[in-house]
Each structure stands twice: as C-alpha cells, then as structure tokens.
C-alpha cells in the first residue's frame, strides 16, 4: 500500500475565471463576518464563529456551484480561497464596530453590492462553460452568490435574504448573470462583457439601496389579520372554532394552571 501524497495545495490566482472567482469570495467573506456581527444577526458569536461565518460567506456559493456542476470545488484544491477568506473574515471582525459600537451598515451594504455581480458571473460562466441551458445557467448565477447569505441567516435564525422583501437581491444576481451571458454570446472579448455586467449590477444594486427600490410584497389572502404575534387568523372562517383547533392550529395554547 503506497503512502498517501499530502501537499498544500496549487495555488492559482488566475486563469479559467480564478481571480473573479477569489474576488467574489473574499469580498463575500467580508460580507459574512460583517453580518454575522450585524445586530440582528449577532448570537454571542465567538471570535472562531465569526471566522466560520465569514468562510462560510467566503465559499459556500461556490462550493455548492461547483458540486451542482459536478466539479471539484475550487475552494478545496486552491488554498488561495481559504487563506483569503480567514484574512477578510478578520479584518471584518476588526472593522464591523471600530471606533465606536455603531454597526458600520454603509460599508456592509456597499461590498454586498460589490461581491453579488462577480459571483453572479463567474456562476453564469462556468454554468455556460459545462454546456446548461440559459435557464440553467442563470439558476447557478443566482446560486452562487446568495447561497452564502443563506447559511449565515439560517445559522443566526433569521428568515433568509432571499424570501423577504429586499432592495432586489436576487433579481440583481439574475439580471448580472443574463447580461453577461448576452455580451458573452454576442462576441463580447473576455473582460469588457465582464466589466459591462459588473457595472450594471453594481450599478443597479447601489441605486436600488439608494433610492429604497423593494420588491413588491405577495397579496395575502382574503380576511388575514396579522396580530401582534404576527400569526395569522383567518377572520369568519375561524368562528365557532373549538379551542381545540384553535390549538390544532397554532392559534391557541393551553394556559398555565395557577400556582
């Protein structure tokens, strides 16, 4: 039996979309250490949790990426990806509250804006590269930069980015990724459709912050009243109910006998 062969592994800062790649993780990665010291994320993290947050966000996208298209994950054969994940998740641990206890939220937002678009690329890239269609292409463009985000609000017990209302966070993801694919498919040279799909979903991401753009919230149903526990009761269709389906229902709980 031949002894196993261990090395540090390659590293590579380029070629085959590499250095996008490293952008959009560190940048991620600095995103994810910054939320996770965010207030309404925040659990009494250690200093090891908030490193962990930020590889999560720096790497998560990608790896999930790379799995779906049935690669090795970059993240785990080039050391750059860790090495500058652990780097960006300490300097946003150092950053988040300096000089103050007020959360620095303009800096989160602005490398949110920066890190999304070269996510949303390098995923259309390699989607496009492995031969998926346009839909295909466009769902691991979507993948890829917001997978990260996910993880870190479920890990913090908040409802993930991607289902609330937001200053159109995923439609930024899909919007980066369609162009790219446009500009690429059009004879485009290599970097001018990746800078020209950067700078409109930067762009848009910036002015969407800007301006308050949101999606727009799905109709409720008929009769739904929300009340201050925020659990929904469906007006008529509740009367006459016994508190045993209200219960059932999560409507109603037994009280506490008295002491």
């Known amino acids: 039996m031949h002894p196993t062969e261990l090395t540090f592994g390659t590293w590579s800062l380029s070629g085959g979309g590499t250095l996008i790649d490293l952008i959009a993780a560190t940048t991620n990665a600095l995103n994810g250490a910054l939320l996770a010291r965010r207030p309404d994320h925040y659990r009494n993290y250690t200093f090891v ?44 641990y150092l950053i988040a509250y300096a000089h103050g206890q007020l959360f620095r939220e303009g800096l989160f937002q602005f490398m ?58 995923v439609a930024t993801a899909v919007g980066t990724g369609f162009v790219w694919i ?21 762009t848009f991401r910036v002015l969407a912050l800007y301006r308050g753009w949101e999606e727009p919230l799905a109709r409720g149903p008929k009769g739904l009243k929300v009340h201050a526990d925020r659990r929904p009761l469906l007006g008529r ?13 999560g409507l109603a709980v037994d009280e506490e006998p008295a002491a």
């Open 49 to 92: 949790g908030i490193i962990l947050m930020a590889v999560i966000g720096g790497i998560a996208g990608g790896v999930i990426r790379d799995v779906i298209l049935q690669e090795t994950p970059s993240a785990f054969v080039n050391p750059a990806y860790l090495v500058f994940s652990v780097a960006a998740g300490v300097v946003g």
């Open 237 to 249: 269709k509740l009367s006459g109910r016994s508190q045993e389906e209200l219960r059932m229902l």
């Open 182 to 202: 446009v500009l690429s498919e059009a004879g485009v040279p290599y970097w001018l459709s990746v800078g020209g799909a950067f700078l409109l979903g930067f």
């Open 112 to 169: 949110t804006s920066f890190s999304l678009p070269w996510y949303a690329i390098i995923g259309a890239q390699k989607a496009t590269e492995a031969g998926y269609p346009i839909v295909g292409a466009l769902a691991i463009a979507v993948i890829a930069p917001t997978a990260g985000r996910y993880l870190i609000d479920v890990t913090s017990g908040v409802t993930p980015k991607q289902f609330v209302r937001g200053e159109w966070f």
